[in-house]
C-alpha cells in the first residue's frame, strides 16, 4: 500500500484533549507503535504506546504536539514499518491497521476525507483507462468521464476548505481536457501537468512523502519504456517545477533522485544528476557531507578512471596512472590496525599468486608508518604505498572509502570494472581472470 501523509495537530479545545490510538491485527505480530512528528529535514520522536493483548494503544497528545504531519512505526526496519498522517491540533486520530489491508482511519475527519479522495480518484482514473484502451473515439463518452473527474475533484477541494488535507487534495489535481483528446495528445498533456499544481514551498508537503512520490512518480513512471535520455529530461522538468528559492526542498529530492540511480547501478544518470544540479545544491546548501558523498561516488562509479594518486614506497616515486605492464591491478584500502584486513591480505595474496596478469596496489591508512613497515614485508610482490592521517587522509574521501578493506578492480588503463563489497566477491571475480 502505498504510504500517504497526514498532519497530526494538537491544542487545547474547549479542556479536552486528544489522542492518537488505534488497533495492530494479528496483535501478536507487533508490540509497540512510536509516534513521530515529520518534519522536511526528518522526524522528530514524540512518544510510544504499548499494544495490549488484542493490538490496541493510544497515545495522549498534550499541548506540546503541535499540528503538522505526523508517523508511526511499527516495526524494523522503521523506513519500512510507518505510515504516515495528518492532525490538525482539534481531533483524535484514530485507526486499524493491518499487513494485508494497510491503515485505515476510523476517527479524523482529515483522514478519512484524504483515504475517501484517494480511492475516489482512483475509480475515476481506471474509468479513464478502460476507455483510452478501448480506442474509444466517443466524444460525448469522453466528455462525461472528464465531467465526473472535475466534479469529484471540486466536490472534495470544497469539503477540504480550511483543513490541512486541503493542500495535499489540490496538489493532486487532476488534468481536466477542455475537448476531446486522443490518448497521445492526452498523455503529452497529462505528463506536462503532472507537476503543476504543486506547491514545493508548502511545509506540509515537505513534511510528508507527498513530494517524494510525486517526483519520483513523474521520473520512472511517466513513460512505459524509458531510457536514459528519457531519464534526463524529466530530471531536467523537476529541476524546472521546483524554484531554486526552496533550497532545501530541492537538495533532498535530488539526493534521493540521486540514490534511487545509484542503486540502480545506472552511473549515467546518477553523475547526470550530480554535474548538472546535485553538486551545486549541495554546495549552496552549505552540506559539505552530501557534496564529498556524491563527488566520491562519480570518482569511483564503474567505467570511470581511477583518481590519481602518488605511490612514494617504491624506490622510484611514481604514480597509480604511470604503473604499467599489468592487464589488471587490484586496488586495495587497508590498515595494519584492522583485524579483517590482516585476515583477508593473506587469502588476497595466495588468490592472486597464480595470476601473472594482476598486480595488487596496496595503499595503507595509517596514523603511523611503523606498524604498516612491518606488515607489508609479508607482500613483497605488491606496490605498497600509505596515507598517513588515516580517515583524514584526503584519498580517503576521493575514494569515499568508509571502511576496510576495501576493493577495486582495475583494467589496464586503470579504468574502474568492479567494486567487490567482500572477499567472497573478489574470490569470484578473479576466479576467471
Known amino acids: 500500500m502505498k504510504k500517504l501523509i497526514f498532519a497530526l495537530f494538537l491544542v487545547p479545545f474547549f479542556g479536552l484533549s486528544q489522542s492518537v490510538k488505534g488497533n495492530f491485527s494479528p496483535a501478536e505480530d507487533f508490540s509497540y507503535a512510536f509516534l513521530y512528528q515529520a518534519t522536511p529535514e ?20 498534550d499541548s506540546t504536539v503541535s499540528p503538522g504531519i505526523y508517523k508511526i512505526v511499527y516495526a524494523i526496519p522503521p523506513e519500512e514499518n510507518n505510515f504516515d498522517f ?14 494485508d489491508k494497510g491503515v485505515e482511519f ?57 483543513k490541512l488535507v486541503a493542500a495535499f487534495i489540490t496538489a493532486n489535481r487532476p488534468y481536466i481536457p477542455s475537448k476531446y483528446e486522443d490518448i497521445s495528445t492526452y498523455s ?48 531536467d522538468d523537476v529541476a524546472t517545477a521546483i524554484s531554486n528559492d526552496d533550497l532545501m526542498i530541492k537538495t ?10 545509484v542503486t540502480l547501478e545506472n552511473n549515467d544518470v546518477a553523475n547526470y544528476i550530480t554535474d548538472t544540479y546535485l553538486l551545486d545544491l549541495a554546495n549552496r546548501a552549505e552540506n559539505k557531507v552530501l557534496a564529498e558523498t556524491i563527488t566520491s561516488y562519480k570518482n569511483t562509479a564503474l567505467g570511470a578512471k581511477a583518481p590519481n594518486f602518488e605511490i612514494a614506497s617504491t624506490q622510484n616515486t ?9 592487464e589488471y591491478y587490484l586496488l586495495i584500502f587497508w590498515s595494519s590496525g584492522c583485524g579483517h584486513c590482516l585476515s583477508e591480505l593473506p587469502k588476497v595474496k595466495q588468490l592472486v599468486g597464480d595470476k601473472n596478469n594482476i598486480k595488487v596496489v596496496a595503499f595503507g591508512l595509517e596514523e603511523d608508518a611503523t606498524k604498516w613497515s612491518e606488515e607489508i614485508k609479508n607482500y613483497p610482490n605488491f606496490t605498497h604505498t600509505i596515507g598517513l592521517g588515516k580517515w583524514e587522509n584526503p584519498i580517503v574521501k576521493t575514494y569515499g572509502i568508509a571502511a576496510t578493506p576495501m576493493y577495486f578492480l582495475l583494467s589496464s588503463s586503470k579504468i574502474i570494472m568492479a567494486k567487490p563489497y567482500a572477499y567472497e566477491d573478489l574470490e569470484v571475480l578473479l576466479k576467471d581472470l
Open 42 to 61: 526528518g522526524a522528530n520522536y514524540v512518544n510510544r504506546g504499548k499494544l495490549d493483548s488484542i493490538g490496541n494503544f493510544e497515545i495522549p497528545l
Open 86 to 99: 495528518i492532525y490538525d491540533g482539534k481531533e483524535t486520530v484514530a485507526f486499524n491497521f493491518s499487513y
Open 106 to 162: 476510523t476517527e479524523s475527519e482529515e483522514n478519512k476525507l484524504w483515504n475517501s479522495y484517494l480511492k475516489s480518484m482512483a475509480m475515476v482514473n481506471q474509468t479513464i483507462s478502460n476507455y483510452f484502451s478501448k480506442d474509444n473515439t466517443d466524444t460525448e463518452g469522453f466528455n462525461s468521464i472528464f465531467k465526473v473527474a472535475k466534479d469529484t475533484q471540486l466536490a472534495y477541494e470544497e469539503s477540504a476548505n480550511g
Open 188 to 235: 503529452k498533456n497529462l505528463k506536462h501537468h503532472f507537476l503543476n499544481q504543486i506547491d514545493f514551498s508548502n511545509y506540509l508537503l515537505q513534511s510528508s512523502t507527498f513530494l517524494v512520490d510525486r517526483v519520483t512518480g513523474y521520473v520512472f513512471d511517466m513513460v512505459e519504456k524509458p531510457n536514459n535520455d528519457v531519464y534526463k529530461e524529466h530530471i
Open 252 to 261: 533532498s529530492l535530488f539526493e534521493i533522485l540521486w540514490q534511487r540511480f
Open 318 to 326: 611514481t604514480s597509480l596512472h604511470d604503473l604499467e605492464g599489468s
